[in-house]
């Protein structure tokens, strides 16, 4: 079998603090049952105060902790990173940026207007109006030069390109010139009716004309960017990169005049931060991975002792240790103790579901699936996982919007009547009169469940999971992997009957979610190629629904396209949504525009300290 490669961002997004997602803001990958009409959203995934940029201070530092510095700031490349495009909002053009509901909306630093041919006229042309006023960093303005590079490298037409392919590059048929220069005119071989999620970020034709300039590390200054922010700094040996104010910013003043984003590791913040070495932290995987102190008589060796370094004072977990529910509850009451630090909670648009396995075991049967599906108690596990840390326990019931995303809708009924007991038994599946773990054919029905290891969040979920499914008679043996292995050996292997992960809830679903859920197809060499369907269950019907979407101009008709393709994904019994993944993030008293940004990212030219 051929296992498909993923690129570091994505492993990152499943897997960050064992649940998978980023604070950044959007990243570069029916037959209706009766349920409510779509949300209306009035409760944003973010927690951020609002700015008033009249009460920001002019000037000064902000220390940013980020997990490492980014091997590459070209978000599609493979070597990229959550980090990777949170340094590339402050640096590189978005033309649309979602909004706190994961609506897009155009940016006008960028963009002077945007707007597609009619529906149903051919082919479709989309015509961008560039802000006469944008420049990149060298002083050139950006052109339709740089859209046709970038659609070249993205489009997956030439292979001598080494990075992801996001949707909508290949419908793209040509791009030109429009009246001037500031106009781009983007013409599309096929419908794409989601092209408002292209071209964010936009790089430099010089980063991507060519193979060998698309595929070097985009690292270090001299690289023209076109952000409030540009690089004075990238010092991956010493930890660090620094953004200074770009002096041919045409927007709003930034407020700050240096940002130092700083390779701090999670089990290092909470100190980092009692000791004001930073200003800005993300705390999920402080808190959720946790470990117990050492056994006072437990001293490191000398060599340890001597390159640790001196400011921290929280040991490093080893590789083979768990996270503890009670030192995960006491790094959560240490950060929420801190002095002259805010402690923002939100629930991230990063979408934690149990993905089954349906080409192993009991699994294949989709009766057994489906059965699976109505055991699982949605709200019992998010209560487990959420409330600890201050969240409300919220279950989601849809498997490609955020519970406060534009659209959402919760079709979960589509899965049928809460009676898996009458399903298993008509699968053949018999609980003993005793009551126990059902079994067929002297065999047990005991799954393994793949669970990130480390984490504490997915040890409650998979401990309310173990106890929910017991209830029905399915035992459950949770096996965790680290980060590492957990997609290559596990996932993409199929090596596994349940698995506990996270997928990133974008703006886009229709393009974005289908690779998730596409009918896996034969490869080369016959063997079932699963590509990004880990579930490894899809139907034609399925994919088709996603491609209408995909081309459905008409926003209320491509919405209940994919309300349709989200009910058949029920009935399938393909995976059980759960709760979106959790987000703390520690924020200095002082600094305001920062917190858990949720869809729509951070606004850098307007983070600074207050007055």
Known sequence: MRVRQLTAAAAALLLAAGLGGCSAGHTPGRTPAPAPPSADPTTATGDVRPVDRGTVRDGGTLRWAVDGVPATLNVYQRAATADSALLAHALYPSLFRPDAHGRLEPDPDYLAGAESTPPGQQPQVVTYRLNPRAVWSDGTPPTAADFAAQRAALSGLDPAYRGGHPAGYDAIDSIAQGADPHEVRVTFRRPYAEWRSLFAPLYPAAETATPEAFNRALTGGGHPGAGPYTVSRYDADGGRVTLTRNPLWWGDRPMTDRIDFLAVPPEQRLDALDQDRLDIATLTAAVDRAVPPAPASASPSPSASASAPPSSSTPAPTPAAEAAPEAAASALRRAESLPGVTLHRAASPSLTQLTLNAAR????????????????????????????????????????????????RDNSAAAGPADPARLLDGAGWRRPAGGGTRTKDGKELALTLLVPAGSATARRTADALTAGLAESGIALKPVTAPAETFVRDHLATGDYDLALFSWPAGPSPAGEQRPVYAKPRPD??????????????????????????????????????????????????????LYQRPELVAVREDVAGAGAFGFGGPRFQDIGRRR
């Open 361 to 408: 075991g009991p699994l294949t049967d989709p009766a057994v699936r489906r059965a699976l599906t109505r055991a699982v108690d949605r709200r019992r596990i998010a209560d487990a996982a959420l409330t600890p840390l201050g969240l409300p326990g919220a279950p989601l019931g849809s498997h490609l919007f955020a519970g406060d995303q534009e659209g959402y």
């Open 524 to 577: 080369a060499d016959g063997a079932l190629d699963p590509g990004g369907n880990y579930g490894r269950s899809g139907t034609e019907e399925i994919d088709r629904l996603f491609d209408r979407a995909s081309a459905e101009p008409d926003p209320e008709a491509r919405l209940g396209l994919l309300q349709e393709a989200d009910v058949r994904i029920w009935q399938l019994g393909h995976s059980v949504p």
